[in-house]
């Protein structure tokens, strides 16, 4: 059983940067594929961005397209979320979550991280 945990959201103005990292225990991160997705208040959960077990392969909603980049260090067991440039429409809770190689789906989900852009 993997068990995910975000940590560094916060309170940031717009244009500003925040980098949440999603730690991984109970599990070798390498096996699985991770993505970051979130939800704002009133709003369905949406992708944001996933990467592939070496990291070699990443893919972004358009809406984060050039401002957020997705990383990894499976030596570390964490994945990270780089966020620039930030716009009050990024407001939401963020979540990473980790799909094994034979999944179609994300099986395991962190708590989540609140991230509040002030415009």
């Known amino acids: 059983q993997v068990q995910l945990v975000e940590s560094g959201g916060g309170l940031v103005q717009a244009g500003g940067s925040l980098r949440l990292s999603c730690e991984a225990s109970?599990?070798?991160?390498?096996?699985?594929?991770m993505g970051w997705f979130r939800q704002a208040p009133g709003k369905e959960r949406e992708f944001v961005a996933r990467?592939?077990?070496?990291?070699?392969?990443?893919y972004y909603a358009d809406s984060v397209k050039g401002r957020f980049t997705i990383s990894r260090d499976n030596a570390k067991n964490t994945a990270y979320l780089q966020m620039n440039r930030l716009k009050p429409e990024d407001t939401a809770v963020y979540y990473c979550?980790?799909?094994?190689?034979?999944?179609?789906?994300?099986?395991?989900w962190g708590q989540g991280t609140q991230v509040t852009v002030s415009s």
């Open positions: 990467i592939s077990r070496m990291g070699g392969f990443t």
């Open positions: 979550a980790a799909r094994a190689s034979t999944s179609d789906s994300y099986t395991y």
């Open positions: 109970g599990g070798t991160l390498s096996t699985y594929g």
